[in-house]
């Protein structure tokens, strides 16, 4: 592994890319300064996100796990016009940095912040008939992948994309006998999409800035 590489590379690529964006440039600044941790997704990432949210022309966008609304912010910009997005995060502290990032990045009518366990807002969702989505973004607690999906499925549709985030773990995904909580919610997960016959999935893995990662994408199928 070459860190240093996949960091240069992943620099080069942004510069070479992605446009300039001052709100997404304040945005890490005031993840940083607020002392949130650096696990958010990286520039290509989420340009990534912005470009699946305009190829499946969201309207409606899910997020869990919010952090600081880095991914947020890309993903409101793959909105089409008039959509929204419901983003939920467990930290309270997170949640008003990243309503903070978001008001200033002028996206407040569009961003609601859900703040709580997801495995308590999500159900919440589903109460209140909101929804279905058309593109959900999981990057939460990884020992909860699955129920995540669950979940997100009673909120989606046929059509719908969900993106679910850090799925390979530095390689340690092919240990059935890990005893760390992520990797074996990852295998959970992965055990259930494969026996879902409403799902169309495959998963990559990803070298970059943020390591050697990867992503799975579900299609609930038509």
């Not at 799902?199 to 990559?204: P, W």
């Amino acid at each position: 592994m070459n860190q240093e590489l996949w960091t240069r590379v992943d620099d080069y690529l942004t510069e070479a890319l992605l446009p300039k964006d001052e709100a997404l440039a304040e945005t890490v600044a005031a993840c940083e300064a607020a002392g949130l941790p650096a696990i958010a997704v990286s520039a290509t990432q989420g340009r990534l996100l912005e470009l699946l949210a305009r190829a499946v022309g969201a309207r409606d966008i899910l997020e869990i796990g919010t952090l600081g609304a880095y991914s947020t912010l890309w993903l409101a910009r793959g909105l089409t016009s008039g959509g929204r997005i419901i983003t939920l995060e467990s930290d309270p502290k997170h949640a008003r940095v990243a309503q903070d990032n978001i008001a200033r990045a002028g996206f407040r009518p569009d961003i609601s912040v859900r703040v709580g366990p997801a495995l308590e807002t999500l159900p919440a969702l589903v109460r209140e008939k909101v929804g279905p989505f058309d593109l959900v973004f999981i990057d939460a607690d990884k020992a909860n992948l699955c129920e995540y999906v669950q979940w997100s499925m009673k909120l989606s549709r046929p059509g719908t994309m969900i993106v679910v985030d850090n799925v390979i773990r530095d390689g340690a995904v092919i240990d059935a006998l890990s005893t760390d909580p992520s990797v074996q919610g990852v295998r959970r997960m992965n055990e259930y999409v494969a026996s879902e016959t409403r799902i169309a999935a495959t998963a990559l893995q990803t070298v970059g800035a943020k390591g050697y990662d990867g992503f799975a994408l579900l299609l609930l199928k038509n």
